[in-house]
C-alpha cells in the first residue's frame, strides 16, 4: 500500500457543512479490515419507508456485494434499510467465500439493525481478490447500531475512503410546495475510475418522498452525464455502486419536481467532480466538451476517447496545448469523424479550426491557459449537433507512484 | 522535445545483420526538418516490377500521406517504386497544406528516381499539426536519388526514428524451390501505438516473386496477429503505415509458399515485438495470452484489455503479480466473462482457478516471475475455445517524462 502522504491540490478548502437529514443516521468503527488506526467501517441507517434506487458496475467480474444489492433494490417497502461499507479489502473476485462473507456481514448488520435481511444493503471496497476478514466487521455491529448518530455523515464520508486524499460530501437545500428538502452525499474514489460507472462508491440521501420507481428512473438518467461521464484511468471497478435513499421524512412529495430533479443533478455532478479532484496523481482538473457530432452518443464516444488518452494526459500534465493529440484521440475514438471540420479551442482560445491551425493562434494564448488548475478542452466535430461533456484529469508520476506498488 | 538519453533496457544487442535484398537501395540524409544533426530523410527505390501491398491507420483523421499512399496501392505495374520517409513531422491535421506538401514531394521524389508520381509512396512521423517544411526534403532530392546503396537498410532505419531509442530491423532467409528468398524490414515506433494498426513505419522488402493481390491478402492476414496486436498506450496514430515490397529478383515465385509465409509473418512478429521493446519507458515486455475466451475475438478483446489497463501496466511496473486488476480488466473489457470460471498464471505460476486464488498459490513465486524482464500473463475465461495473444510493456515514469513535454 503506497503511503498517499499529500491531499490532492484540487481538493476543495473543507468538506461542506451538511445538514441533518431526517431518517437517516450514521456510525463508523475502527474494525482493522486492513488498515490500522483509522474508521473503515460504516453504517447508515435509514427510517422505515426509505425508498433506495441504485447504479451498479456492469463488469462482467462484478463483486459479491454489488450482485446482492443489485438482486434486493426495487419495489415499495414499510420497512427501514441499513448500508454498511467497509474499506480495504473489495471482496471481489473471492469465489465462494466473497458470497458467504456478504451472507454474514448481512444477517449481523440485519440483527443488529432490527431490520430484514432484504433491507441491508453492503458494499466493500479496496484491494481485490483477498479473502474478507467478515468477522472483524461482525464483531463490531452491535458497536455500530448502538453509535448512531444523524450529525456523523463526514466520518462516514471519511471511513469509506482508500486511496483517497480527501472526504467527498455535496449538499443543496430547494423549496417544494413551499417547504424544504434537502439532500446530502457522500462519495469515495480516486483510482479505478471509468464510465460503466466510474469506480466509487457514493451514498446520498434526502428527506423528500418520492415513489421507489420514480426515483430509480431519476438516478439511472442523472446518473449518464454525470458519474458515466467522469473518467480518471479507463479502468472500471468491480465495485462501483450508487444508492440514492430518499427517507420522506420531510412528507414533502417530490415525483414530479423538476426542482428536485436538478439539485438531486446538482448533488451527483459535485461528487462526480470531487472524485476527478481526487483523481490519483492529479493536479488539473480537466473539462471536455465535444460538439457538432453526428450524435450525442457520437459526442460522448469522442470526448471520452480524448479524457482517456494517455497522450492527451501527459499533455495537460506538462501544461502543453498539444492539440495534435486531441485530434488524435477524436480519430482513434471509433465515432465518425472529417479531418478537414474539426475545431479544437483551448479555454477561450481557438487553436484549429477546418482541419488547419486557426490563423490567429497565438501559442502562448493557450499555453497561459494551460498552466491554470482548470483545464477546458472544446472540440467542434462540424458534423451534426450532437453534445457531451465529460471531466477526467491529468496523468502524472503521482498515478505512477501509487499504482507502481499499491498492493506489494 | 523531451531528450531521450538512455536506450530502452529491451533493446537487442544490436541491429540485426542485413542481407542485401536485390532490386533495393537506399539513402538518407540530414535535412533538418526538424531535428538537428541527424538523418531525417530516407530513400528507398524499387526496381521496375516491384508489387507493393500495405496496411494503415483507421484512424478517422489520417494524414495526408496515408490518404495518398491508400489511393495508390494495387494492380501488377510493370515500374519500379519508390518510398520517402521524413521524421519529425507527421503533415498530419495541417489541412490543404498537407495535400499540397505531399504532392510536392511526390512530385520531387518521381523526377529524382524517374518514376511516375503514381509509385511514389510517402510517409511523416513526428509532430501532428504543424506544416511541413517541404522544400527543405525537396531540395535534398537529387543527392537521395544520388547516393542509393543497396547495403544502406540499417541507415535508413536510423533515419526514420522520433523518440525511438534505438534503430529496429528483422531479417529472415527460407528455402523455397531450393532457391534462398530473402526477406529484410525497417520499423520505427515507440509511443503512441496501438491496434489498427500500432502507431509506426514498417517498411519489408523481399526479392521473392508474387502477385500483388496474393501479397496484399498475406500482409492483411499476418497484421491481424501481429502489428495488430501489440500496444504500448492505446493511442493510435494518424500515420501508421506498413508496406511489404516484393522485388521478384530472386526470380523465385512465393505465391503459394507456406515456408515464405510463414518466415515473413515471422519478420513482421520480430518488427512488432521490437516496436514495443522500445515502448516509451519500458522496463518489461509483456505477453498476454487469453484462452477460453467464446470467440477469437472476444478473446482478443479481452486481452487488449488487459494490456491496456493502467492500473495492470503500473502493477507490472512495479514487480507486482496484481492479478485483481486482471481480472478487473477482464470485467471491463465488455466480451462475455464468469467471474467464478477464470483462471489467472503469471508465468508458470497458477494464482488464481475458477473464481479464487489458487490453493497453491505461493506469491513469492508469482513475485520471481515479475522481476524479470519477460513477462507472461496468461488468462483462461473457462467459456469456450477462442484464443488470442498479445504484447505490451510496462507503464513507467519513463513514460511521463517523455510526453509530458514531447511537443513544448
Known amino acids: 500500500m503506497a503511503k498517499i502522504t499529500a491531499v490532492s491540490p484540487l481538493a476543495p478548502e473543507a468538506f461542506p457543512k451538511m445538514p441533518i437529514i431526517d431518517g437517516v443516521s450514521f456510525s463508523t468503527v475502527a474494525a482493522g479490515v486492513k488498515y490500522e488506526?483509522?474508521?473503515d467501517v460504516m453504517l447508515a441507517k435509514l427510517a422505515p419507508g426509505t425508498a433506495v434506487a441504485g447504479v451498479f458496475t456492469q463488469s462482467a467480474t462484478r463483486s459479491a456485494p454489488v450482485l446482492d444489492c443489485q438482486r434486493k433494490l426495487g419495489g415499495p417497502t414499510p420497512d427501514g434499510a441499513a448500508i454498511l461499507v467497509n474499506s480495504g479489502n473489495s471482496n471481489a473476485f473471492t469465489g465462494r467465500n466473497g458470497l458467504d462473507a456478504v451472507a454474514r456481514i448481512v444477517s449481523a448488520s440485519a440483527r443488529a439493525c432490527d431490520l430484514p435481511e432484504a433491507r441491508v444493503f453492503t458494499a466493500s471496497t479496496g484491494v481485490i481478490g483477498e479473502p474478507l476478514p467478515f468477522e472483524r466487521?461482525?464483531?463490531?455491529l452491535e458497536t455500530l447500531a448502538a453509535t448512531l448518530d444523524p450529525a456523523a455523515m463526514e466520518a462516514a464520508a471519511s471511513a469509506i475512503m482508500t486511496t483517497d486524499t480527501f472526504a467527498k460530501g455535496a449538499t443543496a437545500s430547494v423549496e417544494v410546495a413551499g417547504e424544504t428538502v434537502s439532500i446530502a452525499g457522500i462519495a469515495k474514489g480516486?483510482?479505478?475510475i471509468a464510465p460503466d460507472m466510474a469506480t466509487m462508491l457514493v451514498y446520498i440521501f434526502t428527506d423528500g418522498k418520492i415513489d421507489q420507481?420514480?426515483?430509480?428512473?431519476?438516478?439511472a438518467a442523472h446518473n449518464e452525464n454525470t458519474f458515466n461521464c467522469i473518467t480518471v484511468d479507463s479502468d472500471t471497478s468491480t465495485s462501483d455502486s450508487l444508492l440514492v435513499c430518499a427517507t420522506g421524512a420531510s412528507g414533502v412529495a417530490v415525483d414530479d419536481s423538476q426542482t428536485f430533479s436538478?439539485?438531486?443533478h446538482g448533488v451527483m455532478q459535485e461528487l462526480a467532480h470531487l472524485v476527478v479532484k481526487d483523481g490519483e496523481g492529479a493536479t488539473k482538473f480537466v473539462e471536455i466538451t465535444v460538439t457538432g457530432a453526428a450524435s450525442d452518443r457520437d459526442a460522448k464516444t469522442h470526448a471520452l476517447s480524448v479524457a482517456n488518452s494517455p497522450l492527451v494526459k501527459t499533455a495537460i500534465?506538462?501544461?502543453?496545448p498539444n492539440w495534435g493529440r486531441v485530434v488524435m484521440a477524436i480519430g482513434k475514438s471509433g465515432a465518425p469523424?472529417?479531418?478537414?471540420?474539426l475545431s479544437i479551442n483551448f479555454g477561450d482560445i481557438m487553436v484549429a479550426k477546418e482541419g488547419w491551425v486557426n490563423p490567429d493562434y497565438v501559442e502562448a494564448d493557450a499555453a497561459a491557459h494551460m498552466k491554470g488548475q482548470n483545464?477546458?478542452?472544446?472540440?467542434d466535430i462540424g458534423l451534426g449537433s450532437g453534445e457531451a461533456t465529460v471531466w477526467t484529469c491529468d496523468l502524472t508520476h503521482g498515478y505512477i507512484e501509487i499504482n507502481a506498488d499499491y498492493r506489494s
Open 37 to 39: 488506526g483509522r474508521a
Open 137 to 140: 466487521i461482525t464483531d463490531r
Open 190 to 192: 480516486s483510482g479505478m
Open 213 to 219: 420507481a420514480n426515483l430509480q428512473t431519476l438516478v
Open 262 to 264: 436538478d439539485a438531486l
Open 317 to 320: 500534465a506538462g501544461e502543453d
Open 337 to 341: 469523424a472529417d479531418r478537414d471540420r
Open 375 to 379: 483545464i477546458r478542452i472544446h472540440a
